[in-house]
C-alpha cells in the first residue's frame, strides 16, 4: 500500500517556464513534508519541507504548496534551469511525536530543456 | 563539516553470500536510517538506529539486519543475498531526534548481486 504517491514518472520543462511536480499521500497522520532532489551516482539531498500548520513554504525559486483537505502537495520551480534536471522525490513524516521514519514516493524526474 | 560517508561504493557479490555494509554518519548526528532504492520503486525504509538501539524498522525480511556503534556508526548486513537484493542502498544522518525529518544522505552503495 503506497501511502506517498508521485503519479507522474517524468516531467519535461522548458528552461525559464514553471516546473509543477505534485505529490498525493493517504495517512492522515502525516503532519511534515519534504522534497528531496537526487542526481545520478549521489545521494539524495533535501530540498525544502513544509509542516501541517502551513499551506505553503518558499525558499528562493523553489515553493512547496500544501492542501490537506485533498492530501495534494506540490513543487513548483520558477524559474526552472537546466541544473533543476534530477529525479524528485517527495517524502513525509508524522504521528508519534515525530519518531516516525520518512516515508518517501517512487520519484519524479524532471527534464529542464535549453 | 564532513558529509554522511559510506563504503564500499561499489560492490559486487554473489547469490547466497552475505554482505557488510558501512555508514559513518555527520559529526554530532545520533540518528541513523538504512534505505533501499529500486528502479522505479523510491525508497524503502529498513531501519533507523539512534544511540545504539534500533528505533524503527521497516517491512524487510530477517535476512536485513543492522546495528549502530557507540561513535554513532552503522553497518547493515544483508545474509543470503538473492538476485533481488540488487539496489542503491542509502544511509541518513539526522541529529537530533525531533529533527529526523530532514536527513541528511551519504552518497550510497550499489550492491549487485549475480
Known amino acids: 500500500d503506497q501511502q506517498v504517491k508521485q503519479n507522474s514518472p517524468s516531467l519535461s520543462v522548458q528552461e525559464g517556464r514553471i516546473s509543477i511536480l505534485n505529490c498525493d499521500y493517504t495517512?492522515?497522520?502525516?503532519?511534515?513534508f519534504l522534497w528531496y532532489k537526487k542526481y545520478p551516482a549521489e545521494g539524495p539531498t533535501f530540498l525544502i519541507s513544509?509542516?501541517?500548520?502551513?499551506d505553503k513554504n518558499e525558499d528562493g525559486r523553489f515553493t512547496v504548496f500544501l492542501n490537506k483537505s485533498a492530501k495534494h502537495l506540490s513543487l513548483h520551480i520558477v524559474p526552472s534551469q537546466p541544473g533543476d534536471s534530477a529525479v524528485y522525490f517527495c517524502a513525509a513524516s508524522g504521528g508519534d511525536s515525530g519518531n516516525t521514519p520518512l516515508v518517501f514516493g517512487k520519484g519524479t524526474r524532471l527534464s529542464v530543456i535549453a | 563539516k564532513a558529509g554522511v560517508t559510506q563504503t564500499p561504493r561499489y560492490l559486487i557479490k554473489t547469490r547466497g553470500q552475505q554482505v557488510t555494509l558501512s555508514c559513518s554518519p555527520i559529526?554530532?548526528?545520533?540518528?541513523v536510517s538504512w534505505y533501499q532504492q529500486t528502479p522505479g520503486q523510491g525508497l524503502q525504509f529498513l531501519f533507523e538506529?539512534?544511540?545504539?538501539?534500533?528505533?524503527n524498522k521497516g517491512n524487510f525480511p530477517g535476512r536485513f539486519s543492522g546495528r549502530q556503534f557507540s561513535n554513532s556508526r552503522s553497518e547493515m548486513n544483508v545474509s543470503t543475498l538473492e538476485l533481488g537484493d540488487s539496489a542503491l542502498y542509502l544511509c541518513?544522518?539526522?541529529?537530533?531526534?525531533?529533527?529526523?525529518?530532514?536527513?541528511?544522505f551519504g552518497p550510497g552503495t550499489r550492491l549487485t548481486v549475480t
Open positions: 538506529y539512534f544511540s545504539e538501539t534500533q528505533r
Open positions: 541518513a544522518s539526522s541529529l537530533l531526534v525531533e529533527s529526523s525529518y530532514e536527513q541528511y
Open positions: 513544509i509542516s501541517s500548520i502551513k
Open positions: 495517512n492522515s497522520m502525516f503532519d511534515y
Open positions: 559529526s554530532g548526528h545520533r540518528s
